[in-house]
């Protein structure tokens, strides 16, 4: 769904304010700032609601007791903690010193936060106090609870990632996954119960679809448990303070580390794994380092120029037995013969372990024109039973599912483009009907757009995994007009072109030649 002219103009009145920290605060922290401020007006604002319900319950006695708030998912604000005491104080001069306090003593009255919030940020910042009040004055015109769906803090933070990286010259590092890759994967995999992991997790927005789509679809979030990994600290806070705000207990280990070096979870067997994890990471490790690592056990170790395949295999260790897993790679990973990454994954094929491979439109990503795909791996093709009948997977061993969707998508602006609700919809479908799941439908190959392909189909396509080797081209519809009638009526209009095109050259001949020129 594209944004509102209400969402675009808090942004942008967002970033004119942050912008005005310039040469006080490093840009790369912009986001931190205005985030950390965010979460304190969210935060205040369903404190303040939730006050007023216990007010109208004749419940005045419990309004300082943390409880009450607990019991609702809220968070237990000291008044000192709450936004109405820091816009009244937006003016004072240690007004950042106030900020810092209001978060550690938030942090302090709610278990869930520990190791969420910045631990006297804005105070090392030194911030201008009158650049940091205009900013408190912006932040303080959000409306964070109107729109209950929104993912105000996933919003801002995809934002703010993508001016900085595009204003930094940043490329395939570190970007905010588009929200329509995000609710595709979601759909996708159905995550209705089970483990979830994402060893990239960034912000923590592949764990907001997952509860999105289990609540859409009459589900309970308990029957779900997440896990992730984060290796930037401060990215790492902004995941925990996501989950925290939506009531979400999330494991993302004791620490932010490096997924490959410091797993955090290094037990885990998840049932759905869903990642972006960098594309093209080169210099992941060094010659010498995790050769003979256990998450490549069976197959050839990955090349240190690139980690593409390295996330693959990693995630491939962390699937439950009968886990899928769904992620998003740059489209070279499917075709790549470099450093061995062609025996890696003609190894991958070979185990049965690729189910689906769909090729994405380009410029869905704010920050990157990469061209990216999606896989989507398992350990299991057997035929399985579920709770709901309708849900059922059919015995698919020896297949793949090769969807091309590079057609698909609606330019959302000049240089953006994204996938459609009927586009999310239809991809899905597919790949559900071909699992056998009987609520969407008989799967039949559609030619220009979807495959079935065999072992032997991708072992002649030298196990390349481009979709576009594998279902065709589109047929045009035939519109009953006979060839030689088409082709008599081309050849006329040609011959008329040709004729004016003779007629206009004799006059601007004649032209020229009245002007004296000849």
Known sequence: MAKTTKDIKMEEALWDSANKLRGTVESSEYKHVVLALIFLKFSSDKFEARKKELI?????????MKEFYNMKNVFFLAPESRWSYIIANAKQDDIALKIDTALHNVEKNNDSLKGALPDNYFSRLNLDPSKLSALLDTINNIDTLTDKESDVVGRIYEFFLGRFAAAEGKGGGEFYTPKCIVNLLAEMLEPYKGKIYDPACGSGGMFVQSIKFVENHNGNKKDISIYGQEYTATTYKLAKMNMAIRGIAGNFGDVPADTFFKDQHPDLKADYILANPPFNQSQWRHKNELEDDPRWAGFPTPPTGNANYAWIMHMLSKLSENGTAGFVLANGSMSSNTS????????????????????????LFFTTQIPVCLWFMTKNKKAQTFDDATRNHRNREGETLFIDA???GTMVDRTHKELTKEDIAAISKTYHAWRGESKDGEYADEAGYSKSATLAEIQKNDYVLTPGRYVGVAEEEDDGIPFETKMTELTETLFAQMAESQNLDKAIRENLKTLGYE
């Open 56 to 64: 109208a319950e004749g419940k005045d006695k419990y309004l300082e």
């Open 406 to 408: 590079r057609n698909m």
């Open 340 to 363: 061995g990454e062609g025996e890696i994954r003609q190894k991958m094929i070979e185990n049965d372990q690729v189910d689906c491979m769909i090729a994405l439109p380009g410029q």
